[in-house]
Each structure stands twice: as structure tokens, then as C-alpha cells.
């Protein structure tokens, strides 16, 4: 890359149609140094005589604290003749400046927190900054922007200073029309360079604006008046924009179908960070008009159903919080926030959908759905079950941060439970689609509900038995009766008792690590643990697994998982199983193929759902209303 020195001289000319006191902040990609970028506001009118400056402490959505500001350094202000003036730094957070009146610019430089060294709270890494000198920018702009106290209100220009070849992933529209009134002083042809400019009506919106900086790598779909932006890096190609998009096509599709053939935004973008280097987690992270991902870097074979079941999810969150959600969201407080008690709604909710969403437009079986409630029911186990979600919700933060995975596991249970009770009270005919719907109406996202409130509001619109739902087992402190619940959709809970299903073999009793070329295998350890499966097959202890079903094994690492998933799709449409081991015989190894008809087993379980064959015709009648679209039943 050429060495440029760029000097920004007011840049872009606001007009008459912005804000007549913005924050303008230019921030220069061009300009790595120690994995840090410069960053420059040109701060709008202050009127108090000092006041303090906020890089955020939380942000929506993620329910833990990230404390952005520790990855501010150098920070400085200056009045309008480029004096220094004098700034206090209070915590990580927050700078107090004094004679804040004379204030016209702010400069700092921001480090990453993908590989920060910097001690405090770890950052879930979709909510996260990167900083990867000509090759990748993922701008959350929490990490990146701060604000003044009682000012977000304010209109928010932003200016992304990029190479030209660099393209910025964003559900953002750019205004990239403004004329120069400066000059770049550029050591090197200026066609390398190019602007972008965002503007955001205040700062929530700001901080609802993620983008992602690299080389091109995109592909649209159209979903009824939307249009949706893939955006993916990966580091080694080993997958692309439009395999992503080719994989997601068919669930958005639905997702359109069940939201009503219309969407609430015009532009939506996914944004891919795929990583390859180890990772201990990973996950994604919704926003209004898009959603942030980071996930170990994979073939799109290996991980077609998390990334549709990923989306779902994800995609799902432009119905709640986007158009329903509390004051304590619709003005959210960055650095001392007020918890809303209702994550069964915007997570729960939510991740009900992505499911139901799949099983009514046929991209799952009704078999494969109930796997993923009974998962779901299993894993809920683990949690406190009698503590009331509202108050699980309020404590998210600290008291009740070991049980927020369970939003996502009893949550989704919630929506069921709820989902079916309202088919039931209403014939068929109204469901928490509709009741989702209906509250989008009544609110929007230009108008927050009153948090103590809400439950309320949804008996208007449904039943008085829904509020004694919600206030039972929402609110209270009592476990759902899910006998009672699945029996009336003809869904039998088995405890403690055995199902049927297809093998993957492996269990924590019967497998271990293996060397094979210097890599670490997964080996067979203990052949009397193997199922009736593996004994068909005849696996033996010490076997080291190389090929499953016609593909590679992967050696141990953050690969194996997405192949196990990628298996577990696969096996139920073999006729044969298939393996190719590496084993010790008569002192030597060598590859042994081995194969066997592919049979379902008896498997012991804590909890499971299965359909009760002899269910009644009401109960069909319910399950239809439950499992299938309305132009259906």
C-alpha cells in the first residue's frame, strides 16, 4: 500500500437539509498504526461550561457491559483557533472537558477488541471492533463514537475516509454526492482514495448502524420490498456472499410469507466476519436494519443449517425490538442503562419464530421441529426454572447473568406455549403471529409501550386467559405445564424414557484423541460404549476416524462441531453408513472401510416430545392451526 499523509480541511459541506447542529465525525481507514485509527469530531454547539464526553458502557441487544471507552487513548480537544484545551478523563468511559463553550474538535485514536490485550469485561465479538490494515474493518460504532451528555438527539454525520477497491457493508444508505471543499494531501494519486458519508438522525440510530469495511464481496436478494444485502470476508474463500445468500434465500422467503408479504425496512444487510483462527465462541447480533456475524470460517456445507437458523433468528428482530419495544429501549441509556423486563418477548419470542417459521414453510419436518423444542426442554433444565422471566430479565446484567442463555431456550418455550393456548382459545384463528403483528401496529418504532404495561395491552387485544398466562408463568414463579400444554396439539412429553432416532456414533463414552499425520483425530476409545450403530459398523477401540459418510473428517478443532452438525443432517436420508478408519492390525496401521445398513436407536432421554399417534382429530385439528400456514389449513 502507498504511505499517505491525508489531512482532512472540513471535508464535506453540510446543506441546508441536515441538522443545524451535527456531530461530524470523519474517521480515516487508511491510516492504521499499532492496530489503532485516528478519529475526528467536529463536535456541535456545547452551551454549558463544561461537560462530559461518553464512549458507551453497554450497548442494546447484547445484555452485558463492554465498556468501549477503554479502547479510546490519546484523547484531545480544541477550541476554534486548534488550542488544546483541558479534558479530565473520569473512568473509561466518560472525559469531562472544561470550558466546553470554546469547544470545536475532538481527536482520538480507537484500538480494536478482537485481539486486545486490554484488561476488562471481554467483548462478544459480534458487538466488537476490528482493525485489520488492508484487509478488514468491522466498524460497530459503539466502539468507535462517543457522544455528549444530553446530547444524542443530535443528527450524526459520518465520514469513512477508505480505499477506493474497499467496499462498506452497511444497512445504512450512503450520501456519497458531497462536494470537496478542502483538499487531500496525498502522497500518491488521490483515485486511490474514496469518502463515504452516513447520516444517522441521532445516536441511537448511530449505534443501530454497524458496518463492515473489506474487499467486495456481496450479493442482493430481493424479499418483497426489501432489498438485502449479503456482505461477507473470509479470510481463505472458503465461502462466499452468494453461497451465503443462495443458503438463506429459502427462509427469507418465508420469513416474508409469515410476516404478511411485506417488510418493515427497505434495505437490510447481513454482515459475515468469518475467522480463522481458533475460537472459543461465536454467535451474532441484531440490529434494526441489520445483523453482525462471527463464525469460524467453513465450507457452506458445513454450516448451511446454522447460518438459516442464524438468519431466522436474526431477521426476525425487525418485528421486536425494531417496531415493539419498551421506553428502556426506545431511549436507551448507554452508560447507565434500565433493564426491560421483557426478553421473553424480543429474544424469546424471537427465536420461537425461527423456528415456527421453518416448520410452516417446509424447510424443517414437523419431526425435525420437535428436536429442536425438545432441545430447547432439555437444555431449560439447567436453568432456574421458578424464577420469573421479568425478573430474570431486570437482573440480565448481574444478579441473573449466568441464566440469560435460557432466553433463548425457555423463552422460545414461552412463545410455544402462549402460540398454542391463543390457537386454542381462538379456534385457529389468531396466534402470537398475530399478536405480534398487532402490537407492531399499535406502536411502531417511533413509539415505546410503558414496560409494566404490556401485559395488559396484549390481554386487549387477545383474552383475560392470556394475561393469567402471562402473570402465571411469564411473571410468576410457576413451571409451564408442558404435559398439558403439548397434549392439546397431540404432543406426548416422555420423561425419563427412550426415542428412536439416527446415530452419530460418538458419545463422551466412547471417543478420545488419536494422532494421524501429526494431527489430532477423533479416535474410538471404549467399543463396549458404542451404540448398536457402531457395532454394526464394527468399530473398534483405537480406531481413528478419517472419513464419515464420504467426506473428510475434520482433525480437532473449531471445524469438528459444524461437520458433526453437517453429519447429523445428512444421516437421516443414507441407506448406508459409511466410515474409514485408520487401525492398528498386527502392529501396522491401515485404512479400513466400513459400512452398514443405516438404522435408528433406541436412545434414553431426560425429556422428549414425540407426536402421539393416536392423537384425536381436535388435537390435529390444533396441531394444523399450530404447525402449518393459514393458506394451508
Do not use: C
Not at 524 to 550: H, P, T, W, Y
Not at 561 to 579: C, D, H, S
Not at 617 to 633: G, V
Request: aromatic content about 12%.
Amino acid at each position: 500500500m502507498k504511505r499517505l499523509n491525508l489531512v482532512l480541511m472540513a471535508l464535506l459541506l453540510s446543506t441546508s437539509i441536515y441538522a443545524a447542529n451535527p456531530y461530524k465525525y470523519t474517521v480515516d481507514l487508511t491510516r492504521v498504526s499499532d492496530d489503532k485509527v485516528f478519529v475526528e469530531l467536529e463536535t456541535p454547539r456545547i452551551k454549558e461550561k463544561e461537560i462530559k464526553f461518553y464512549m458507551p458502557k453497554i450497548i442494546p441487544g447484547t445484555y452485558a457491559i463492554a465498556d468501549y471507552g477503554r479502547m479510546v487513548s490519546d484523547l484531545k480537544a480544541y477550541d476554534k483557533r486548534d488550542n488544546l484545551m483541558e479534558v479530565e478523563r473520569l473512568d473509561d468511559n466518560t472525559w469531562l472537558i472544561k470550558d466546553a463553550r470554546k469547544l470545536r474538535k475532538i481527536t482520538y485514536l480507537v484500538e480494536d477488541t478482537y485481539d486486545t490485550e486490554k484488561s476488562g469485561p471481554s467483548i462478544f465479538q459480534p458487538a466488537g471492533t476490528n482493525i485489520e490494515d488492508d484487509k478488514n474493518f468491522i466498524i460497530n460504532n459503539s466502539g468507535f463514537f462517543g457522544y455528549f451528555e444530553g446530547m444524542k438527539k443530535e443528527e450524526f454525520e459520518l465520514n469513512i475516509v477508505r480505499e477506493s477497491s474497499f467496499y462498506g457493508a452497511t444497512g445504512m444508505i450512503p450520501d456519497n454526492n458531497p462536494p470537496l471543499i478542502g483538499k487531500l494531501d496525498i502522497e500518491g494519486p488521490t483515485a486511490d482514495l474514496a469518502v463515504d458519508r452516513f447520516i444517522a438522525e441521532d445516536y441511537d440510530r448511530l449505534i443501530d448502524s454497524p458496518l463492515m469495511y473489506s474487499e467486495a464481496d456481496t450479493a442482493i436478494i430481493k424479499v418483497a420490498n426489501t432489498d438485502v444485502l449479503i456482505a461477507s470476508y473470509s479470510p481463505n474463500k472458503m465461502v462466499s456472499a452468494k453461497e451465503i445468500a443462495e443458503s438463506i434465500r429459502e427462509v427469507l422467503a418465508a420469513q416474508n410469507q409469515f410476516l404478511g408479504g411485506k417488510l418493515p425496512v427497505d434495505k437490510y444487510a447481513f454482515i459475515f466476519y468469518f475467522t480463522d483462527q481458533p475460537v472459543t465462541s461465536y454467535g451474532a447480533l441484531e440490529h434494526s436494519y441489520s445483523s453482525v456475524y462471527y463464525m469460524p470460517e467453513q465450507t457452506i456445507e458445513q454450516m448451511n443449517q446454522q447460518l438459516r437458523d442464524f438468519a431466522a433468528h436474526e431477521f426476525f428482530h425487525i418485528v421486536t425490538p425494531l417496531n415493539i419495544h419498551s421506553e428502556e429501549i426506545g431511549s436507551f441509556d448507554f452508560n447507565d442503562p434500565k433493564m426491560s423486563r421483557h426478553l421473553w418477548m424480543y429474544e424469546g419470542m424471537t427465536e420461537y419464530f425461527a423456528g415456527s417459521v421453518q416448520v410452516k414453510y417446509g424447510l424443517v419436518t414437523p419431526e425435525e421441529y420437535l428436536g429442536m423444542l425438545q432441545e430447547k426442554l432439555v437444555i431449560s433444565q439447567q436453568f432456574k426454572d421458578q424464577l420469573p422471566f421479568t425478573e430474570l430479565s431486570l437482573g440480565a446484567l448481574d444478579e441473573y447473568a449466568d441464566q440469560y442463555y435460557n432466553v433463548y431456550q425457555k423463552g422460545a418455550l414461552i412463545g410455544a406455549a402462549l402460540d398454542i393456548q391463543l390457537r386454542e382459545l381462538s379456534d385457529g384463528a389468531y396466534g402470537v403471529q398475530d399478536m405480534m403483528s398487532d402490537l407492531s401496529k399499535k406502536y411502531g418504532k417511533d413509539k415505546s409501550f410503558r414496560d409494566e404495561e404490556l401485559f395488559d395491552e396484549i390481554v386487549n387485544l387477545t383474552y383475560p386467559e392470556i394475561g393469567e398466562f402471562l402473570n402465571t408463568y411469564v411473571a410468576g414463579d410457576q413451571s409451564l405445564p408442558y404435559d398439558e400444554i403439548f397434549d392439546k396439539v397431540g404432543v406426548n412429553v416422555i420423561n425419563n424414557g427412550t426415542v428412536k432416532q439416527h446415530s452419530l456414533i460418538f458419545n463422551q463414552s466412547n471417543v478420545t484423541l488419536g494422532q494421524y499425520e501429526g494431527n489430532q483425530m477423533l479416535a474410538i476409545s471404549n467399543e463396549a460404549g458404542l451404540d448398536a450403530m457402531g457395532k454394526a459398523l464394527g468399530l473398534k477401540s483405537g480406531d481413528i476416524v478419517l472419513k464419515m459418510n464420504g467426506k473428510d473428517f475434520p482433525v480437532y478443532g473449531p471445524e469438528l462441531n459444524a461437520f458433526l452438525g453437517e453429519q447429523v443432517q445428512m444421516i437421516p436420508g443414507l441407506e448406508t453408513f459409511t466410515m474409514t478408519v485408520w487401525r492398528e492390525v498386527d502392529g501396522e496401521g491401515q485404512k479400513v472401510e466400513l459400512s452398514a445398513p443405516n438404522q435408528q436407536i433406541e436412545v434414553p432421554v431426560p425429556l422428549a416430545l414425540v407426536f402421539n399417534e393416536e392423537a384425536s382429530e381436535q388435537q390435529l385439528k390444533l396441531r394444523d392451526y399450530w404447525l402449518k400456514p393459514a393458506e394451508q389449513k
